[in-house]
Nanobody, 128 residues
């Protein structure tokens, strides 16, 4: 089991930046991967970015590529999401997610079902 706690959300103007952090209650290097998803009103949960500890690998949704950066700190058991050049359409509740190793089967970072642990979410609002 692992508990995830997000922080860093808030209100920002378009073009601004925010940095989200996710603290894990377990050693992050013991996890297979961690990621960020978001959900806007009336929409399904959407993949944002993920980092795979085992074997390396960083993944981004096309909509955030070049603007968002995911990074991890195993010493602090945290994963962060630096969000630059924010747009009103980035407004959403952002969720941190994590998963254990899956026994070697193929893994899809953008699928919510791959992740067994979720945080409570943090609101990000981008005003125009």
């Amino acid at each position: 089991q692992v508990q995830l706690v997000e922080s860093g959300g808030g209100l920002v103007q378009a073009g601004g930046s925010l940095r989200l952090s996710c603290a894990a209650s377990r050693r992050t290097f013991s996890l297979y991967a961690m990621g960020w998803f978001r959900r806007s009103p009336g929409k399904n949960r959407e993949f944002v970015a993920a980092i795979r500890w085992s074997g390396g690998g960083i993944y981004y949704a096309d909509s955030v590529k070049g603007r968002f950066t995911i990074s991890g700190d195993n010493a602090k058991n945290t994963v962060s999401l630096q969000m630059n050049s924010l747009k009103p359409e980035d407004t959403a509740v952002y969720y941190c997610a994590a998963c254990d190793a899956n026994g070697g089967r193929s893994w899809s970072p953008a699928l919510p079902a791959e992740y067994g642990y979720w945080g409570q979410g943090t609101q990000v609002t981008v005003s125009s």
